[in-house]
């Protein structure tokens, strides 16, 4: 029974391995860019092939620590990794374990004398900081492929699939062999723990390599994204092979208590606080997390898993309590940051509808103030036309009333000399005036293109009536009495009179109803 939960626990312990430390190193750089998903999944089986026969032959030193101290030591790395993914931030298994390991060290033996404080030094500190301009070098290396050299821009990108594609070979070699040494002291004690040793632990180590290997291809199909961007994933990957090789040697040179396994994504947050400025915030945050955090919290927790010997329920209890409530904080995590993008996207499509809306209502009111000052404009010209045409006609008017009185002044003259050339005079006089019915024309040609509309309406409420009525109401709608209509039109003023009752009549129009309020308003 403790055989298979031992078994079960630790092959998801590499999935997520698998998933968020061996591949996070291949994100970013557009695997389908490079190879086909198949052919990656075959060269990465053949990387950690060579990982896998690395680590069995390679001469580490063994972890004392009693059977039930490796449950808790792995219980530790377990819980710290998920309290701080709930909280959405990058973690590590390596720092983890490191930090764990210590705390186990620690409750055994209070003194500094059981630390591996090089190989912890070296894993935190120095190794990621050596990656800082392995990278940048890498970086030129691979750019001077790219943009530097005087080749076909199809040649120049077969350069750079064939560099990318030896840099995830031997990224996958050395990442295989790194991960795999934080698995093998585990398997080999626990090895010692049944009745078949080296077998259980070779047939474990096989399953740990395959469950890394199946997450790993079933997480690092990327999308596409741009050259420069690929660029910079490529030479950060050959900078952790580098990394992880080097501190794998320096190991083997000075035979440390335990290897120097790094932290790949601890590597990787490294050179992104270089190489994307844009987020350079984040990347702190995450790798002081996994520096400090994750190892600290480690730390804690396998002391308090460790001081519960003899205590199983408790133990568990503790187990389950953390789960829950690590996934509850999840959950509550997701659920504010999903609330918060709604709110903002809220935001933002408020702000876009507020910016449309004002620009509308501008440009209708451009448009309306626009057409207004047009139209005034037209008016007042038509309406001046109007006022002097009307002045015209009133001086006709004053001067055929004048022309009348002599004409009959002239019929008391008593030289018939004299009345001819009184005549003669005011015949000359009245040729000249012989244009007032031409005016008249033009004037109601005027009055009726600047009351279209009026007439419009007046002929919908009333389709029978004629074109003499219509310039009779369009002259009372202008204010003109009927003597001064009857003047203008040439008629008598009774004749005006009858054809204000007819209109009246058309409209059924009531008596107390003011026929000239009434157009004016229509």
């Not at 308090?304 to 205590?311: D, F, I, N, Q, Y």
């Not at 012989?434 to 009055?447: C, G, P, R, Y």
Request: one cysteine or more; proline letters at 2%.
């Amino acid at each position: 029974m403790v055989l298979g939960l031992s078994i079960v626990f630790l092959l998801v312990l590499s999935i997520w391995v698998g998933r968020q430390e061996i591949a996070y190193s291949f994100a970013g750089l557009h695997i389908p860019e490079i190879l086909s998903r198949k052919t990656f999944g075959i060269y990465l089986l053949l990387a950690f092939a060579l990982g896998l026969g690395l680590v069995l032959f390679w001469p580490y030193p063994t972890i004392d620590l009693e059977g039930d101290r490796l449950y808790d030591l792995v219980t530790g790395m377990f819980l710290t990794y998920l309290i701080i993914r709930s909280l959405n931030i990058q973690s590590s298994m390596v720092t983890a374990f490191w930090g764990a390991l210590c705390g186990l060290i620690y409750f055994q033996q209070p003194t500094m004398d059981g630390y591996p404080l090089p190989s912890f030094i070296l894993s935190w500190l120095v190794f990621p900081l050596c990656s800082l301009p392995l990278t940048f070098l890498y970086k030129k290396w691979v750019y001077h492929f790219d943009k530097k050299t005087d080749q076909h821009l199809l040649l120049r990108f077969q350069m750079i699939r064939e560099v990318a594609f030896a840099g995830v070979i031997i990224c996958g070699i050395t990442l295989a062999c790194n991960y795999l040494l934080l698995f093998h002291p585990l398997l080999d004690k626990l090895g010692q723990q049944t009745s078949i040793g080296n077998t259980i632990h070779i047939i474990m180590l096989l399953a740990v390599a395959l469950t890394c290997y199946l997450s790993t291809r079933h997480r690092v199909g990327i999308g596409f994204g741009s050259s420069k961007k690929m660029n910079q994933h490529v030479a950060m990957s050959y900078s952790i092979a580098t990394t992880v090789l080097f501190s794998s040697l320096i190991s083997m040179l000075f035979s440390l208590p335990m290897p120097a396994v790094i932290a790949s994504n601890q590597v990787k947050e490294a050179n992104n606080l270089v190489l994307d400025k844009n987020r350079r915030n984040v990347h702190q945050l995450d790798i002081t997390t996994i520096s400090l955090l994750t190892p600290l919290l480690a730390f804690l927790l396998s002391i308090l898993l460790a001081s519960m010997k003899g205590h199983v329920y408790l133990k568990a209890a503790t187990v389950v309590f953390i789960v829950t409530l690590s996934i509850l904080s999840r959950l509550y995590f997701n659920q504010w940051r999903h609330h918060n993008k709604i709110k903002l996207v809220l935001n933002d499509e408020l702000q876009r509808r507020t910016e449309a809306d004002a620009e509308i209502n501008r440009l209708d009111v451009l448009a309306v103030t626009s057409q207004f000052n047009v139209l005034s404009k037209e008016i007042d010209l038509k309406q001046k036309g109007l006022i002097n045409l009307s002045l015209y006609l009133r001086q006709q008017r004053d001067y055929l009333e004048d022309m009348s009185k002599r004409l009959q002044a002239s019929t008391r003259l008593n030289h018939i000399d004299d009345l001819k050339k009184e005549v003669s005079l005011c015949a000359t006089e009245l040729s000249d005036s012989i244009k007032l019915s031409e005016e008249m024309d033009q004037f109601f040609t005027q009055v009726d293109e600047l009351h279209k509309n009026f007439v419009s309406r007046l002929m919908m409420r009333c389709p029978t009536i004629s074109e003499r009525e219509k310039r009779l109401a369009i002259l009372l709608r202008l204010g003109y009495s009927s003597k001064e209509i009857a003047n203008m039109m040439n008629i008598e003023t009774k004749s005006v009179e009858i054809s204000r009752y007819r209109l009246r009549k058309k409209l059924k129009l009531e008596r107390n109803v003011n026929m000239v309020q009434y157009l004016q308003l229509l």
